[in-house]
């Protein structure tokens, strides 16, 4: 299989890989210098969750009119972990944040199947405003590249790139069940290299955790 020819054939320009926000933010006033000189558009946006951690956000449409005529193009993912409502925990009330229950959080692959059909919802020429990326996978899993594999050949052209994931993120790291990520993790490495061969970006968010 190429994958080449399953991928969309936009490209990140301003973008390729990422360790913190601080990166992702130098990165978009880059591109906003020399978008403005083409586009009119005061900037494109680096990182943008159209879901929160229990799978609800901004319809893309709503989202694409927030965008307007200031920001040119997103890249667009879910948020790769569920808030698990579990009643021992919280009772009837229904946490919306990771920070408000004990309950942990668990890997949910499905965003990757909203993000694309929220996507293909749109017109050919509003796809253009966005860049889907793949977030559904556990990172320190060996098989999270097959996990995108799967997503590529089950949306062709949909998906530009990896992420945003997260290798370790204060008061989610703990809350998630089994390995922590790090980024001397073998599984990280197979999903670069897998980025790599096929050409997508990644980005990755890696906080509170010092380098060893
Ligand atoms: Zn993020």
């Known amino acids: 299989m190429n994958f080449n020819r399953i991928l969309s054939n936009r490209t990140l320009k301003w973008l390729l890989f990422s360790l913190l926000a601080t990166t992702l933010s130098v990165s978009t006033a880059v591109g906003q210098e020399t978008q403005n000189k083409t586009d009119g558009y005061l900037f494109h946006d680096s990182h943008f969750h159209l879901t929160n951690y229990i799978q609800e956000g901004t319809d893309i449409r709503h989202f694409l009119k927030i965008m307007g005529d200031k920001v040119g193009r997103s890249m667009l993912c879910g948020i790769p972990l569920q808030q698990q409502w579990m009643h021992a925990s919280t009772g009837d009330f229904a946490p919306t944040y990771y920070t408000q229950t004990d309950?942990?959080?668990?890997?949910?692959?499905?965003?990757?199947?909203?993000?694309?059909?929220?996507?293909?919802s749109l017109t050919p020429e509003e796809r253009l405003r966005f860049d889907p990326m793949i977030t559904g996978f556990n990172p320190t899993d060996m098989y999270a590249a097959d996990h995108i594999r799967r997503v590529l050949m089950t949306f062709p052209g949909v998906f530009s790139g990896i992420g945003e994931f997260s290798i370790h993120k204060e008061f989610v790291s703990s809350k998630v069940a089994g390995e922590v990520s790090t980024v001397n993790n073998k599984a990280l490495e197979g999903i670069l290299d897998f980025a790599g061969e096929v050409g997508l970006p990644v980005v990755f968010h890696r906080a509170g955790q010092k380098f060893n």
């Open 103 to 120: 309950a942990p959080l668990y890997y949910y692959s499905f965003t990757d199947a909203a993000i694309a059909m929220a996507y293909r």
